[in-house]
C-alpha cells in the first residue's frame, strides 16, 4: 500500500501534510489505547482500512511509529509482518495474501498479540501428529528388532 | 460446484481443517474479514466462533441484462486467498459464466440445487431484466422474467449484485429500449403473479414460494467494489442473517456515508477550494472535484476507504470526478461532468452555517443537489464536448 515518493512527483499528488491530518488524531487513539492497557488491561485493535487517509499519511504514521525489539514473521494464508513498534505494546500487524497483497493492517496495542500465540487446537493436533510419529517409530523399531533376532 | 451432501453438511471451521489451515490461518482469515466487511476489529472472536460452525449455503448466480464486470470485478478482485476462502465456503450451484456444465446439464444444476435447498437457497442476480419484448434476453430458451421469477421463489434472500440488478443501471437508461428494471422493480410488478406457467416438471417441491416478501440486498456499483460482493455474502455466512440496510436495501455496513463525507479532499471543499479545470492549479494542487462534476456529495459507496486496484486508489485520488456509479440512475444523471450545485452557492459559508445551526444547511445543499439531479434526469441532459473541455 506504500506510495513511493517519486511516484507521487510523477503524478503531482499531494502528500498528507497538507490534507487530513489524521495522523495526529490515531497518535492520540493509541495513547489512550496505551493508558487503558495499563490501568485496565484492555486491548485494542484500530483497523487503519477504515479510516480515510491521504496519500502518504500511512506512511506518515507508520513512519512515527518505528519499529522496536520485535519483529515476527508469519506464514499462514500468505505472509504476515508482526512488529512492535518504538512504543512498547503498540503492534503494526500486516496481512498479506499469497500475492503478497496487503488484505487488512491493524495496529493493536497490547502485551501480546493473540495471533503469535499458539492456538490450543493447532497444539492439539500437534499432539496427536506426534503421537502418530512416535508409535510409526516404535513400530519401525519393534520391526527391526524382530528381523535382528532373526538373523 | 460439488452437489456431494457430506461436503455440505460441514461445517467451515471442519473444511478449513481438513485443507490442514491452521487455527492461526484461521484467525488471519477472520481479522480481514472483518476489516472488508467494515465491522470493528473487536468482533473478530464472534467472527471466528461464527464461521467455525457456519454451513455452506447454495448459492445460485443469475446473470441477465449485463456485461459480465460485476462477475469480473469479483473474480478478479486483489483479495485471492481470501475470495477463494468464501468461494470455498459457499455452494456455488450455477453461475453460467464460471460453470463447467452448459446447455441442459447447466440448467439442471440450477433445478437440483433449487430442489435440494428449497427455502434455503441465496439468489444472487446481476444485470436488468427486460419486459417490453421477453426474446430480448433469454437463457436455453427461457425468458429472463421467467427464470428469474421461477428462482426466486425458493430463494431465502436475493441480492442484486450490480448497478444494473439494483437499478436497472444502463439497460434502464433513458429511452430504455428494452423496458429494463431492476429486481426490486420486478419483485414490485410481479411478485404476486402466478408462477403456473413457468415452473418446471423437475421441481416438485416448490410449495410456499412467494416472490413477493422476499429479502432483497442491493449491493450497486459499476461494477461493484469486490470485497463489498465478498463481505455481503461473508455476512450472511457469519450470522444467518442480511446484514443491516439502508432504504434503498444497501447495507449500511459500506454505503452508509456518501464518498464525500470519507474523502480525503474533502478539507478543501471545507475552505472552498475547487479545481475549476482539469488543468488549473487546484487541479495540480489536488483540491475538491466538485465543481468538476464530482457526485461525492449524493453518492453512497465505500471507494474513499476501500479503495480499487489493490487498494491502490479510488477515482477522486486519481484526479477524475466520482460519477455516482452506485446510485440510482446515475447514467441519466445530467452529465458527469456538470457540478451538482456548486456555482451560485458560497460553500464556504454554507459549511459554517452548517457547523453553527447544526446540519440544516448542509441538508438544505443535499436537497438542492438532489433536486437538481431529479430535474436532469426528467431533462435527460447530456453531456457535450464542451463539458469534457471546460471551457
Not at chain 1, 39 to 50: A, G, P, V
Not at chain 2, 266 to 276: I, S, V
Request: charged share 20%; aromatic share 8%.
Amino acid at each position: 500500500m506504500s506510495t513511493s515518493s517519486s511516484v507521487l512527483d510523477s503524478f503531482n499528488i499531494q502528500t498528507s501534510h497538507d490534507l487530513t491530518w489524521n495522523v495526529l488524531p490515531l497518535l492520540h487513539q493509541v495513547k489512550h489505547a496505551m493508558d487503558n492497557l495499563l490501568e485496565n488491561n484492555t486491548n485494542e485493535i484500530i483497523d487503519l482500512r477504515s479510516i480515510p487517509l491521504a496519500p502518504g499519511e500511512e506512511d506518515n504514521l507508520l513512519k512515527i511509529l518505528g519499529q522496536g525489539e520485535v519483529k515476527a514473521q508469519l506464514n499462514a494464508l500468505g505472509p504476515s509482518e508482526i512488529i512492535e513498534t518504538q512504543y512498547n505494546g503498540v503492534w503494526l500487524i500486516t496481512h498479506y495474501n499469497d500475492e503478497n497483497e496487503i488484505v487488512s493492517r491493524h495496529i493493536e496495542v497490547t502485551y501480546m498479540p493473540e495471533i503469535l500465540l499458539s492456538q490450543m487446537q493447532d497444539i492439539r493436533s500437534s499432539s496427536q501428529r506426534l503421537s502418530e510419529k512416535l508409535s510409526e517409530s516404535q513400530t519401525d523399531n519393534s520391526t527391526d528388532n524382530g528381523q535382528n533376532e532373526k538373523h | 460446484m460439488t452437489n456431494n451432501k457430506n461436503l455440505k453438511d460441514r461445517t467451515l471451521g471442519e473444511a478449513m481443517q481438513d485443507h490442514g489451515i491452521s487455527r492461526r490461518s484461521f484467525l488471519k482469515f477472520c481479522a480481514a474479514t472483518a476489516s472488508m466487511m467494515a465491522l470493528p476489529p473487536s468482533m473478530i472472536p464472534a467472527i471466528a466462533r461464527a464461521l467455525e460452525t457456519a454451513k455452506k449455503p447454495s448459492v445460485i448466480w443469475l446473470s441477465f441484462q449485463e456485461c459480465t464486470g460485476c462477475t469480473e470485478s469479483l473474480t478478479r478482485s486483489h483479495n485471492a486467498t481470501l475470495e477463494n476462502l468464501i468461494f470455498d465456503s459457499i455452494s456455488l450451484d450455477y453461475h453460467h459464466t464460471l460453470q463447467a456444465a452448459s446447455g441442459e446439464a447447466a440448467e439442471e444444476a440450477r433445478e437440483e440445487a433449487m430442489q435440494e435447498n428449497w427455502g434455503e437457497y441465496l439468489l444472487v442476480v446481476d444485470g436488468s431484466i427486460p419486459t417490453k419484448d421477453m426474446g430480448y434476453s433469454t437463457i436455453a430458451g427461457m425468458s429472463n422474467l421467467d427464470m428469474f421469477l421461477q428462482t426466486a421463489a425458493g430463494a431465502a434472500a436475493i441480492i442484486s449484485v450490480g448497478t444494473c440488478a439494483a437499478f436497472g443501471g444502463i439497460p434502464h437508461a433513458h429511452p430504455n429500449p428494452t423496458g429494463a428494471y431492476s429486481v426490486y422493480d420486478i419483485i414490485k410488478m410481479y411478485g404476486n403473479a402466478s408462477l403456473d406457467g413457468i415452473s418446471s416438471a423437475s421441481i416438485s417441491n416448490t410449495s410456499g414460494g412467494s416472490v413477493a416478501d422476499k429479502p432483497i440486498i442491493t449491493v450497486p456499483g459499476c461494477p461493484p467494489i469486490p470485497v463489498v460482493i465478498t463481505g455481503v455474502l461473508t455476512h450472511y455466512l457469519t450470522f444467518g442473517t442480511i446484514p443491516e440496510l439502508d432504504h434503498l436495501g444497501r447495507p449500511k455496513a459500506f454505503y452508509g456515508q456518501s464518498i464525500h463525507d470519507r474523502c480525503y479532499r474533502r478539507p478543501f471543499y471545507d475552505k472552498g477550494l475547487f479545481a475549476e479545470t482539469f488543468d488549473d492549479e487546484g487541479a495540480k494542487k489536488g483540491w475538491c472535484l466538485y465543481k468538476l462534476g464530482c457526485k461525492g456529495p449524493t453518492t453512497y459507496n465505500a471507494c474513499a476507504t476501500t479503495k480499487w486496484n489493490n487498494g491502490t486508489s479510488f477515482p477522486i485520488e486519481s484526479g477524475h470526478p466520482c460519477l455516482g456509479c452506485s446510485e440510482p440512475d446515475f447514467w441519466d444523471g445530467g452529465g458527469f461532468y456538470k457540478a451538482l450545485s456548486v456555482p451560485t452557492i458560497d460553500i464556504p459559508s454554507t459549511v459554517v452555517y452548517a457547523a453553527a445551526g447544526g446540519a440544516a444547511a448542509g441538508v438544505a445543499l443535499g436537497a438542492l443537489n438532489k433536486n437538481k439531479k431529479s430535474n436532469a434526469i426528467r431533462q435527460h441532459t447530456k453531456t457535450t464536448i464542451d463539458d469534457l473541455e471546460k471551457e
